[in-house]
T-cell receptor
Framework: AQKVTQAQTEISVVEKEDVTLDCVYE???????LFWYKQPPSGELVFLIR??????QNEISGRYSWNFQKSTSSFNFTITASQVVDSAVYFC????????????FGSGTQLTVLP | DGGITQSPKYLFRKEGQNVTLSCEQN?????MYWYRQDPGQGLRLIYY???????QKGDIAEGYSVSREKKESFPLTVTSAQKNPTAFYLC??????????????FGPGTRLTVL
């Protein structure tokens, strides 16, 4: 069985602060994929990043960065210099094993960036 | 523009009625998925289809039915057997990648309310 835990239900920060969203996963598979999605108030999920289990390099894309650590089964997401437009629910998801490529989602973290 | 469309955006249904949610994609993706999202929770998989005329149950298929007669379309019917259908429904699609996992892209969602 696979599981994704996002322990932070809600986070509030003031604009320009840095914020890290935590994601811890569980899987017995050695090959797996991790994802982050953003869900703005409109409701549509927006794909942000995908990582496979063999690539532990951290990634930076503009103000976004991701820290993947297999030793702690974590795939954390940091937003640098947050902006009001970053306010959304962020989901971490895991895909592993089988041919179905099913995604297991965490319960999400509601991020509110205050002006 | 290529993308995934869902209609309607809002849907109201009386108890005991069946209702069908539309999902169309013009991305030429092979696989399509239906998820349900309840407040404060992550997404749960209802059904998925990897090719035309084939589909499989996800984690919460009871009370739902689907069809996949065309590659572009994957309608979801919420039947009267679904005991608590009020939720936000998201459709996704992905292109199959041999030896890897798919990245799923999501539509804007349909919010279903049972009166």
């Amino acid at each position: 069985a696979q599981k994704v835990t996002q322990a932070q239900t809600e986070i509030s920060v003031v604009e320009k602060e840095d914020v890290t969203l935590d994601c811890v996963y569980e899987t017995r598979d050695t090959t797996y994929y991790l994802f982050w999605y953003k869900q703005p108030p409109s409701g549509e999920l927006v794909f942000l990043i995908r990582r496979n289990s063999f690539d532990e390099q951290n990634e930076i894309s503009g103000r976004y960065s991701w820290n993947f650590q297999k030793s702690t089964s974590s795939f954390n997401f940091t937003i640098t210099a947050s902006q009001v437009v970053d306010s959304a629910v962020y989901f971490c998801a895991l895909s592993s094993g089988g041919s179905a490529r099913q995604l297991t989602f965490g319960s999400g973290t509601q991020l509110t960036v205050l002006p | 523009d290529g993308g995934i469309t869902q209609s309607p955006k809002y849907l109201f249904r009386k108890e005991g009625q069946n209702v069908t949610l539309s999902c169309e994609q013009n991305l030429n993706h092979d696989a399509m998925y239906w998820y349900r999202q309840d407040p404060g929770q992550g997404l749960r998989l209802i059904y998925y289809s990897q090719i035309v005329n084939d589909f499989q149950k996800g984690d919460i298929a009871e009370g739902y039915s689907v069809s996949r007669e065309k590659k572009e379309s994957f309608p979801l019917t919420v039947t009267s057997a679904q005991k608590n259908p009020t939720a936000f429904y998201l459709c996704a699609s992905s292109i199959r990648v041999a030896g890897s996992t798919d990245t799923q892209y999501f539509g804007p969602g349909t919010r279903l309310t049972v009166l």
